[in-house]
């Protein structure tokens, strides 16, 4: 026997949705999360079982279904404004970890000897830079010996770069990057040449 | 365990030498100094499953938010999905931390297992940058019989730091890990009680579209269930029954679309749910295996990820059968 049936009239009716009615307040009161989703769903029942369709049945029909909608809303309400209140402590704990995060990923740069071997690959370059340079000045040419100088201050720079823990990688990538590759905007005015003079 | 004596005459003898039997000999030196110095090397368990589980989760994160912001929509609560959209995206972005913090980790335990590759490839560095300065370098074997026996040395302690890494990591992180997933439990539970709320909704609104008509389905059947009372029935009685069975038929062509809109309904409840169900039980099991490889890496135990796997498999298919629906 389901709890609709015997319900006669619309006397009835309105004593049943008096008690369902009666039950959703308790349910908004208790903050009893299961009793206000068992409310709602017997209100629809409600809708759905009081009968005959009578202005006056329609009537408390209306107000089941608008009592189940604001049941529901204010549930979805108040989680909303659950989630909104917790953000800003999530979004802190995030940062937290994604700076362990970044911790853990330098220890294992570390570990890999990533920053030695770039500081070595670079003082590589710098010693190079710095041959060229000797051979521009023993070729008494002003332009080559003009782009070796710059050619040699970046390296320089490249370097104290490398050996700082702050480094910019975008200064060392771009400097990775074949010179023939590079787009006119990251060249420099002057361009660096790296080839030897022809005459020494 | 025994230890070997070596004189300095021996050792530069060795490096000096290109035979492999002075190799091994270096290398057996170095190994043997390494273990005295590191005591033993720490096994590192393997991160694979944690990064996996982790990846598992976001997706399952992504995949709730879009079936409550999917349920929101459909009541026509813009504004409500609009504000949940928002606010789940911290959410995301909390899950995506946790995704990165994991790979860190395997990063770690990566970077342990490469120690002997690592030094290799500064000791060619090194080579280049000697190339360049003009330095004259012995011969190519005494060389590549010292950068062997030092890759060996650095890969013992490169195991041994990245397990020191490791167990720092995981300590410094196990704060905020705990806190996320309390809070994240919180917020499963809000957006599933969002969701349950929107689909009673819209089950509010299909109950009002059909009501006329279903209170006449429920009128033909307490006629019917009036005769089927009667001690005997009568001929006009049963005539009576077989016109109510035809009545009730002529129903079919409403209440077929809308039992399958309910049956929709349900199913989307009910699968949605059981996402949600997934969902806090892998962020249990995920922040329960953080502790776990804590406390391995501390003890130099091994980790059980059977329930993390289990969970990733679980959200796996669930997210596939959300996604048919």
Partial sequence: ?????????????????????????????????????????????????????????????????????????????????????????????????????????????????????????????????????????????????????????????DLRNAIELGAAPAARSARAVPRSARSPRTSKPAPRRRTKPASR | MAYREYSFDQLQLALRSSSATQRNFVRGLLASLAALILGGCASLPSIAPFVEASSQYRSAVVASGAVVDAELIDIGAKEEAATFGKEWAVRVRATDALVSYSQALES??????????????????????????????????????????????????????????????????????DRIATTMGLDLNSAQDIFDAANVQAKTSLVKKYNAESAYLESLRDARLAIYRKPVRTSADEERLLQLDRLEESTRSWRE?????????????????????????????????????????????????????????????????????
């Fill in chain 2, 257 to 325: 679309p809308k039992e399958a809109q309910e049956r929709a309904l349900a199913a989307r409840r009910k699968a949605g749910d059981q996402l949600f169900a997934s969902a806090r039980g892998a962020l249990t099991a995920w922040s329960l295996a953080h502790r776990d490889l804590a406390f391995a890496v501390e003890s130099g135990r091994k980790v059980d990820v059977t329930a993390l796997v289990a969970s990733v498999e679980e959200m796996r298919g669930l997210i596939k059968r959300i996604q048919a629906l």
């Fill in chain 2, 108 to 177: 770690i335990v990566a970077s342990g297992a490469q120690g002997a590759q690592s030094a290799r490839s500064v000791a060619d560095a090194v080579t280049g940058l000697a190339s360049a300065v003009g330095v004259a370098l012995p011969p190519a074997a005494t060389v590549g019989t010292v950068t062997d026996a030092a890759s060996f040395v650095y890969g013992q302690i490169a195991a041994v730091r990245a397990s020191a890494a490791l167990g720092e990591a995981l300590r410094n992180a196990t704060p905020a890990i």
């Fill in chain 1, 1 to 157: 026997m389901s709890e609709w049936d015997g319900i006669e009239g619309v006397a009835g009716w309105r004593d049943k949705l008096a008690q369902l009615l009666d039950e959703a307040k308790r349910a908004v009161k208790n903050q009893d999360r299961d009793a206000r989703f068992g409310v709602a769903e017997r209100l629809n029942e409600f809708i759905a079982m009081s009968r005959p369709q009578t202005p006056e049945i329609q009537r408390l029909d209306d107000l089941a279904a608008g009592s189940a909608v604001a049941l529901m809303q204010q549930t979805i309400d108040e989680q909303l404004a659950a989630l909104t209140a917790r953000s800003a402590e999530l979004a802190k704990l995030t940062k937290e970890l994604n700076s362990q995060a970044d911790t853990a990923a330098a220890s294992a740069e570390s570990i890999r000897l990533t920053r030695v071997r770039e500081v070595v690959s670079t003082l590589t370059r710098s010693v190079e830079a710095l041959n060229e340079f000797r051979a521009a000045l023993d070729a008494h040419d002003p332009a080559t010996l003009g782009a070796s100088v710059e050619d040699l201050l970046g390296r320089i720079q």
